[in-house]
């Protein structure tokens, strides 16, 4: 297994956003608004390299080699995981979201998940609508948790690696 160095500032500086392309027009508005949110928070569009997969099932691998390359401050994974009548859903959202806990506990790399799974959704308007404005809110969020966590990793390990001569020392 590689290890990877723990400064956190030379190795792991970008943010990686991938994004399932199921209900694509969707789950776009979720990364349009976590661009412009984290781009408030100090972080500049250009720090964030953005990936495509074809559905919410493909993201936790993509996320584990991320994770794995060393290159990553945090992941970000967007999507959206439907209740198509005939196949449960949950349980896909499930598989999802339990990967991606174990790829950031695994790769110590922090995962934010905006993979929203709705009790129901139709293709109508009104849930369309609703969620082109959920996945708005859901991106900010996102944002928010992805800076906030990735400046307070950097100081967390900041901060052991200036007690850690002295804890060797004793």
């Known amino acids: 297994m590689q290890h990877h ?7 792991r500086s970008r943010i990686a956003f991938i994004q399932s392309c199921w209900h694509k027009e969707i789950v776009d508005q979720c ?3 976590f661009v412009a949110e984290i781009a408030k928070l100090g972080f500049a569009e250009s720090d964030i390299d953005f990936f495509e997969v074809p559905g919410a099932f493909e993201i936790p691998l993509h ?16 999507g959206l995981v439907v209740d ?8 896909v959202a ?16 922090p995962v934010f998940s905006a993979v929203l799974t709705p009790l129901h959704f139709h293709s109508h308007s009104e849930h369309q609508q609703f969620f082109h404005e959920h996945f708005v809110v859901k991106g900010q969020e996102a944002a928010r948790a992805c800076a906030d966590t990735v400046t307070k990793i950097r100081a967390l390990q900041a901060s ?10 004793a």
């Open 63 to 78: 996320a584990k080699l991320l994770a794995k390359s060393g290159k990553y401050a945090g992941i970000v994974a967007s």
């Open 94 to 109: 499930q598989a999802v979201i339990t990967a991606l806990m174990e790829v950031q506990v695994a790769t110590e790399v």
């Open 5 to 11: 160095s723990t400064d956190i500032n030379s190795q």
């Open 160 to 169: 052991l690696r200036d007690i850690a001569p002295v804890l060797n020392a």
């Open 84 to 91: 198509g009548g005939i196949y449960r859903h949950d349980f």
């Open 31 to 33: 990364k349009i608004s």
